[in-house]
C-alpha cells in the first residue's frame, strides 16, 4: 500500500503581509498530481492544516476542493490537528466524512484512534494522535504525573493496545527529538525555547512509521522511518534552502518499509538576494531568474540609496524585506536590518542610527544637536 505523507498546509497565511493562497492553490494541485500518477491509496496530513484558528473563506474553500478531488479517486484521507488548528473547527463533520474515506482526528479524547486499512498483506492500523499539550493529557488520566509533552505522549501510547507483530503507522503533531540530537527547525514554527516542549523519539518504537508534522523542513529524527515531512512551501528565509517535497511510503510486508521524497515546484520561490543594487537589477543578471518571486534583498553598497525599496519594486514586484549590510563594518558585524529593536529607541538614536547606515560614519555633536532641537519643535 502507498502512502503520501504531508504536513503543515499553513492554508490562509501570510508571509510578511503577502496572502500565500494562490501559491498554495497552486503547490496542492501539483500534490494532488502527484497522489493520482504514484497511484497512492491514501494521503496523510500531519497537522497545521490551517495557519490560524479561525481560517480564512479562501483557505476553507481550497481544502474542500482538495478532500473532494481526492475522494472522487478514491483515495482515503487520514487528517489530525496541529497547534495551528482549531480542533473543533476541524472536527466538524468528521464523522459524515469517514463515509467517503475522509478520516479527521482533531479533538483528543484520552485515546489513540486508529483506522483500519488493508492490502494483500493483511491490516495497516493508522493511530491518530492531535497536538496534544501535557495538561490536556492529564485530565484523561488524573492519577498520573504527566508535567511534559514526553511522559504526556508516552502515557498515550502506554496506554494503547498496539499488536506489533502488525503494521503499525502513527500519525503525530508534535516536537520530537533524538536523546541530544535536535531535528533543524526553522523562524516560522513555534517552537519553546529551551526544547521543553520536546518527545524524544523512543516514545515511537512499536511503529513502523511516523508521519510527523511541526517542523518545516523534509528529515529523519532518529531512524529514517521516523520522518517529518516537512510544510509544501517555503514560509520564512530560513527556508531558503530547504528543498520542498512530499513523502510517498511504500508498506509492504510487516518491516518492509519504503520510502521516496517528491520534491515540490512552486509557481514563485522564497529567496534571498545580495550585492549593490546595481548588480541586483541588471538586465543581464535577471535575463534567468523569476523576479516575481518573494525576495529578501540584502544591499551592500557603501554609498546612500535613494529610494532603495521604489528600485528594487520596479524589478521584484514582490519585495518582502529589504537590509543593508556595510562591508567596511563587517567587522564590527554592523550588519542592519532596518525593523531592528525599532520599539527600543527614541527618534533621536533611531536618526542617529539611519544616518550611521547611510553614510558609514556617526553624526557629530552639531548635527545631533540640530537634529534634537527639530526633533522636540
Do not use: C, W
Request: glycine residues 4%; hydrophobic residues 35%; aromatic residues 8%.
Amino acid at each position: 500500500m502507498k502512502f503520501l505523507h504531508m504536513a503543515d498546509l499553513h492554508l490562509g497565511k501570510r508571509v510578511n503581509e503577502f496572502l500565500m493562497i494562490d501559491e498554495q492553490k497552486h503547490i496542492l494541485n501539483q500534490i494532488f498530481e502527484i497522489a493520482v500518477n504514484n497511484k497512492i491509496d491514501a494521503v496523510i496530513i500531519a497537522g497545521d492544516i490551517y495557519d490560524k484558528t479561525i481560517p480564512n473563506n479562501d483557505a476553507v474553500i481550497l481544502l474542500d476542493d482538495f478532500l473532494t478531488r481526492l475522494t472522487l479517486e478514491n483515495i482515503a484521507v487520514i487528517i489530525i490537528s496541529g497547534n495551528h488548528d482549531s480542533s473543533e473547527r476541524l472536527n466538524f463533520g468528521s464523522r459524515l466524512m469517514e463515509k467517503n474515506d475522509v478520516y479527521i482526528n482533531g479533538i483528543f479524547d484520552g485515546k489513540l484512534k486508529k483506522v483500519v486499512l488493508n492490502d494483500e498483506y493483511g491490516d495497516i492500523n493508522i493511530y491518530t494522535l492531535p497536538f496534544v499539550k501535557p495538561a490536556q493529557v492529564s485530565a484523561f488520566y488524573p492519577d498520573a504525573e504527566i508535567k511534559t509533552y514526553d511522559n504526556a505522549v508516552k502515557y498515550i501510547i502506554d496506554n494503547t493496545y498496539i499488536n506489533t507483530d502488525e503494521r503499525n503507522i502513527l500519525v503525530a503533531h508534535q516536537f520530537v527529538t533524538s536523546g541530544t540530537e535536535s531535528p533543524e527547525h526553522s523562524e516560522s514554527e513555534s517552537i519553546s525555547v529551551g526544547g521543553i516542549d520536546n518527545v524524544d523519539v523512543s516514545a515511537f518504537e512499536k511503529f513502523d512509521y511516523v508521519a510527523l508534522g511541526h517542523l518545516h523542513k523534509n528529515q529523519k529524527i532518529g531512524r529514517d522511518t521516523i520522518r517529518y515531512s516537512g510544510s509544501p512551501l517555503k514560509y520564512s528565509f530560513s527556508e531558503v534552502n530547504h528543498k520542498k517535497s512530499v513523502t510517498i511510503v511504500s508498506m509492504l510486508e510487516k518491516g518492509n518499509v519504503i520510502y521516496e521524497n517528491i520534491l515540490l515546484s512552486p509557481v514563485n520561490d522564497l529567496r534571498e538576494i545580495k550585492g549593490p543594487i546595481a548588480k541586483l537589477i541588471d538586465n543581464e543578471v535577471l535575463k534567468n531568474t523569476n523576479t516575481n518571486d518573494y525576495i529578501h534583498a540584502i544591499l551592500t553598497d557603501e554609498e546612500p540609496i535613494y529610494d532603495a525599496i521604489g528600485q528594487l519594486r520596479e524589478v521584484y514586484p514582490n519585495l518582502m524585506k529589504i537590509d543593508f549590510e556595510r562591508i567596511k563594518n563587517k567587522d564590527n558585524e554592523n550588519t542592519t536590518s532596518l525593523s531592528m529593536h525599532v520599539n527600543k529607541k527614541n527618534d533621536l538614536e533611531l536618526f542617529q542610527e539611519f544616518y550611521a547606515i547611510q553614510n558609514d560614519k556617526e553624526m557629530s555633536d552639531e548635527q545631533i544637536k540640530f537634529i534634537s532641537k527639530l526633533l522636540s519643535d
